[in-house]
């Protein structure tokens, strides 16, 4: 069922088997197999996530190369809910540990907020992490082409930028080795640092063995028509030329709801789990970019998976088994 702010006092009272907090890939892929194994499940979905970002999801299985991940999400959605799983559009602001079940309070709304408090079994963390894009004075500039011939995963999109001169766009020092390994796939790289920060002697004396340009002002807007590039313009007036180009400036976290949790093991940002994607906390799972691990789709949907199954294991170990009571033979009570 899908939750507003009108209905949601019919299930304040509800002891969820799971709540999912984030809605893209990973998340969904969890709250299909729970509504599926006949758990309560809620998913919290705070909206804007890094799938939106997808405009062609091209390496997964199955699906068409043009596929945008928006579809995908939207699909995966309208899945859980005719399966039983409820789904909200809110922000999770904070997860309290109280013993037997989780509290996970939640905003509604920007103007005039609720706060919510939801409890839950066991939790899924599937909030995930946005990329950090370069900020220049108009940001749709950036937007035109994020996600289309300007890409944030070597991974997943290396392949689609083969051969093509490539801007790769760092915020500090240690990012730029990204362009060592960004050479698989074209060595006609230039290195932007947006004018950021200063770049040592060892490190411009590596990019010049390699033959990579050097760029070191500001980002003035990228150049090209239709989400195509053609080059970078950066504010001294120079026109760097390049055809795609690889954003390598670091995300932001989506985990803070989780910082005042104790007994959860961290590794930097990201949680650590065992096979089945549950955290050192026994209630607690985190699945894709939250966990340790590559940050792709295939990976998030199977952690997904792993999660959801680890939870029903849980609890369906701790509930009296079903029986067939008419087949059961009654004792006799005549003498």
């Known amino acids: ?27 969904l892929s969890a709250a299909i197999y729970l509504a599926r194994y006949g758990l309560k499940c809620l998913v919290i979905e705070k909206g804007k996530g890094r799938s939106v970002w997808m405009q062609d999801l091209r390496n997964y299985l199955g699906l068409d190369p043009d596929t945008p991940g928006r579809d995908i999400v939207n699909h995966g959605t309208k899945q859980a809910i005719d399966w039983g799983a409820d789904h909200l559009r809110g922000y999770v602001e904070e997860v309290t540990d109280e013993d037997d079940h989780l509290a996970v309070k939640v905003k509604i709304g920007k103007k005039d907020s609720t706060y919510p408090v939801f409890r839950t079994k066991y939790l899924v963390a599937a909030s995930g992490v946005i990329d950090l894009l370069p900020q220049v004075e108009n940001m749709q500039n950036v937007y035109d082409y994020a996600g289309y011939t300007l890409h944030v995963c070597m991974i997943c999109d290396g392949f689609d930028m083969w051969d093509q001169k490539a801007v790769l766009i760092v915020g500090r020092e240690s990012q730029i080795n990204a362009a060592f390994v960004l050479n698989w796939y074209t060595p006609y790289i230039s290195v932007l640092t947006n004018g950021l920060f200063s770049v040592g002697d ?18 003035a807007q990228f150049l090209g028509e239709n989400h195509k590039m053609s080059g970078v313009e950066l504010e001294d007036g120079t026109v760097v030329e390049a055809t795609t180009g690889l954003i390598n400036m670091g995300s932001i976290y ?35 970019d939250l966990k340790q691990g590559l940050n792709q789709v295939s990976i ?26 008419e087949n059961i033979p009654k004792l006799s009570t005549t003498v």
């Open 1 to 27: 069922m899908k939750l507003f702010s009108k209905n949601l006092d019919t299930r304040l009272d509800t002891l969820y088997d799971a709540i999912v907090v984030g809605g893209g890939m990973g998340g």
């Open 300 to 325: 998030a949907v199977a952690d997904g998976t792993l999660a959801a199954t680890q939870i029903w294991r849980n609890i369906r170990r701790a509930s009296t088994p079903r029986k067939w009571e």
């Open 202 to 219: 060892e490190m411009r004396q590596k990019l010049a063995d390699h033959g990579y340009p050097l760029y070191e002002a500001p980002i």
């Open 254 to 288: 989506h985990n803070h709801y989780l910082k005042n949790i104790p007994g959860l093991e961290w590794n930097d940002e990201n949680l650590v789990t065992n096979d089945m994607a549950q955290t050192s906390h026994e209630r607690i799972f985190a699945l894709g």
